[in-house]
């Protein structure tokens, strides 16, 4: 009898101890985890978030120079784009292909923030 509640003990605490092990607590690139948007979202509210991220990350040195201008060349082709698709009137397929670009530049955000973790090796005493 002892033995099972020492187990069902020990399984209980393991499995309460594994969820907590997993949260990020606001340190590395899961602060820059996608923030979901609605379909119906706002486009210019969107682009102006990827673009403060973007802009910050290269400022703190999150992003090399490179990778910063390729971020900023594809939120200049969503806001032509965008600009294009306004001047007839916006409708839903179009507003769909917008979110649908700008779901790409953030995963590509994300994914390069992400990087910046193995960028420098392993650990060797990298400085800025």
């Known amino acids: 009898m002892k033995t099972l509640i020492a187990t069902l003990a020990a399984t209980a605490a393991v499995t309460a101890a594994v969820p907590a092990m997993a949260q990020p607590y606001g340190h590395g690139p899961a602060r820059y985890e996608a923030q979901r948007w609605d379909s119906q979202a706002n486009v210019n509210q969107r682009q102006r978030e990827l673009e403060r991220i973007i802009e910050a990350a290269a400022r703190r040195g999150d992003l090399t120079r490179r990778e910063a201008n390729e971020l900023r060349n594809d939120m200049r082709s969503i806001a032509r784009l965008e600009a294009s698709y306004r001047s007839g009137g916006l409708n839903a397929r179009e507003r769909a292909e917008l979110n ?11 994914s390069r923030l992400d990087n910046t973790a193995h960028r420098y090796g392993y650990g060797y005493g990298h400085r800025r």
């Open 100 to 110: 649908r670009r700008l779901d790409w530049a953030e995963r590509r955000l994300v």
